[in-house]
């Protein structure tokens, strides 16, 4: 079945420091979504990439939708202690059913 | 304030007890869903409602029984469950059934089974 495998599974960065979290599909994507789940509470929609090789920005978060389809990226700027949290990615493939990423949990040391 | 209200925050139950966790929303959305998120795993999604009909059913034991009597709500009903059902059960709803349709997440309702 198809998978959404992210990595790294967790990062620890000094406040100030960049973040990277890569998406990586086993299929070809419709779209794909990213979410924000902090320590104890749920998951937040951060934002949704449809076309292929798509960039968006939200202020030091930017976010990158593969040529192919099957990858994507997040990218945080000079880290802040409130980017703490559990990042998702979820895929669209096919059906109407999003497949979340395994996560990646980051943590900034100030 | 989430727009998507999960009850109880917190259970613990035996594995011969009979409960029921809610989930309400106030977004006026028409799909809901619930999913079941264990520690090192991905999101595993359980069941979804559109329009208060079954959708989506992934292969989830029987023992875990939805219910969407209309589209602001949405119950699971446990019976006889196993130890390893013990994690956070996540509510969430959306505009919408699939495409470009953001979830939006309830606190979720953490389940201990003993």
């Known amino acids: 079945g198809q998978q959404v495998m992210q990595i790294p599974q967790y990062q620890h960065v000094q406040e100030g420091e960049d973040f990277t979290t890569y998406c990586n599909s086993s299929?070809?994507?419709?779209?794909i979504q990213w979410y924000k789940q902090r320590p104890g509470g749920h998951p937040v929609f951060l934002i949704q990439?449809?076309?292929?090789?798509e960039v968006k920005k939200q202020k030091r978060l930017t976010f990158q939708f593969g040529e192919a389809k099957k990858n994507s990226s997040l990218h945080i700027t000079a880290t802040q202690t409130t980017d703490v949290g559990t990042y998702f990615c979820?895929?669209?493939?096919?059906?109407?059913?999003?497949?979340f990423g395994t996560g990646t949990r980051l943590k900034v040391l100030a | 304030e989430t727009g998507v209200t999960q009850t109880p925050r917190h259970l613990v139950m035996g594995m011969t007890n009979k409960k029921s966790l809610k989930c309400e929303q106030h977004?006026?959305?028409?799909?809901m869903y619930w999913y079941k998120q264990s520690a090192k795993k991905p999101l595993e999604l359980m069941f979804v409602?559109?329009?208060?009909?079954?959708?989506e059913n992934n292969s989830v034991p029987s023992r875990f029984s939805p219910e969407c009597p209309n589209s602001s709500h949405l119950f699971l009903h446990l019976h006889t469950l196993q130890p390893e059902d013990s994690a956070l059960y996540l509510c969430?709803?959306?505009?919408?059934?699939?495409?470009?349709?953001?979830?939006?997440f309830g606190d979720g309702t953490r389940l201990s089974i003993l």
């Open positions: 969430a709803s959306s505009q919408g059934y699939g495409g470009n349709q953001p979830q939006h």
């Open positions: 299929t070809t994507l419709s779209n």
């Open positions: 990439l449809v076309k292929s090789g």
């Open positions: 979820a895929g669209l493939s096919g059906t109407y059913k999003y497949i």
């Open positions: 977004l006026g959305h028409n799909a």
């Open positions: 409602y559109s329009l208060e009909e079954r959708v």
